[in-house]
């Protein structure tokens, strides 16, 4: 399936205008932004919908595993935090449609396309919460893994992009602080708190440095991404820097990371650690995640139950202008 994806690209490319291609690269290359009216190849504009709009479904899907704690948050502040949070990322959603629309794809098109199963979104959210330490470990590693990955495209060369990860990147980092602090009173509570704090690490760490996507190996994407600067940095970069940065945390914590391969490497000063079960990846990438029917048939049912909003909103919209234009 990447083979095919990089051939096409690759077509593509060599199809352009050799000369406006040239003049694109340049400015790429002196980090100037690419604005939506700039002439931009094909498979740039095709790479970017993609990755903007499967982030944005990412942001809209991301509420539902955390939805679902809200009514169940065990003080009013937490209720207080999770919802704003849960919001937050509604607003990540809608930024994120935003700039993807301006590559020139309806916000419709998109959306069919989540309901249809034919784009996707992050595995992650394809695994279920089930307690309340899990909505501390999402906000620790899900929203750290998310900044980890969303603080270098802040220098996207895409400029709507760049500018929506501006204000996403500071939301993160209130998420990412808000699990932490909920691990740190599980940690430091009861056996029983602590031993929930234990499981909710167990198992969300690894789907957790999945979020990082392929290997490089098999990511051939990447080197096509990074020339264009819609990435900055490898998907193997990236999970090492969030394990460097993590693993201290949970001893802090007084949490273990659940990896008997993780050792300290003086060498290379950051840390080895074991090989991820890129089956289990792939086979949730595949729509095979535990819940991923659910989280599906979740969004299906808030569009269609939903569509009244949309039609009322539309018919204010259109009374509105035409009483703008009688006047
Ligand atoms: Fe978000
Ligand atoms: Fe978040």
């Not at 691990?183 to 969300?204: F, I, P, S, V, Y």
């Not at 693993?247 to 007084?254: E, I, M, N, R, S």
């Not at 090989?275 to 049912?301: I, N, Q, S």
Request: charged share 25%; hydrophobic share 40%; glycine share 6%.
């Amino acid at each position: 399936m990447y083979t095919t994806e990089l051939q096409k690209t690759a077509k593509v490319v060599s199809t352009e205008d050799p000369e406006k291609l040239a003049a694109f690269e340049a400015r790429v290359a002196a980090d100037e932004f690419i604005e939506p009216k700039d002439w931009m190849p094909e498979a740039y504009r095709r790479t970017l919908t993609r990755q903007i709009s499967q982030h944005a479904h990412s942001e809209i899907v991301g509420m539902l595993p955390e939805g679902n704690w809200i009514t169940r948050a065990p003080s009013l502040r937490r209720k207080a935090i999770l919802l704003a949070k849960v919001q937050d990322e509604a607003g990540h959603g809608l930024y994120l449609y935003s700039a993807a629309e301006t590559l020139g794809t309806s916000r419709e098109e998109m959306i069919e396309a989540l309901h249809s199963g034919k784009a996707k979104y992050s595995t992650i959210f394809n695994y279920p919460t089930l307690t309340w330490a899990d909505i501390g470990a999402i906000g620790w590693l899900v929203d750290g893994a998310a900044i980890m990955n969303q603080v270098p495209l802040q220098r996207t060369s895409y400029g709507p992009y760049a500018r929506a990860m501006v204000r996403v990147c500071k939301e993160e980092s209130f998420h990412q602080r808000q699990g932490y602090e909920i691990m740190m009173h599980l940690a430091a509570g009861t056996a029983e708190q602590k031993r929930m704090a234990q499981d909710a690490l167990n198992r969300w760490w690894w789907p957790s440095l999945m979020m990082f996507g392929p290997p490089d190996a098999d990511s051939p994407n990447t080197a096509q991404s990074m020339r264009w600067r819609i990435k900055r940095d490898t998907n193997d970069e990236l999970r090492q820097k969030f394990v460097d940065i993590t693993v201290p945390q949970a001893d802090a914590l007084g949490l273990t990371v659940p990896d008997p391969d993780l050792a300290w490497n003086e060498a290379k000063q950051g840390y080895d650690f074991g090989t991820l079960d890129w089956e289990e990846f792939y086979a949730v990438v595949r729509g095979e995640g535990p819940v991923a029917k659910e989280r599906m048939k979740a969004r299906r049912e808030a569009w269609e139950s939903n569509a009244w909003v949309r039609e009322a909103a539309a018919a204010y919209a259109e009374k509105k202008a035409a009483r703008k234009e009688a006047a």
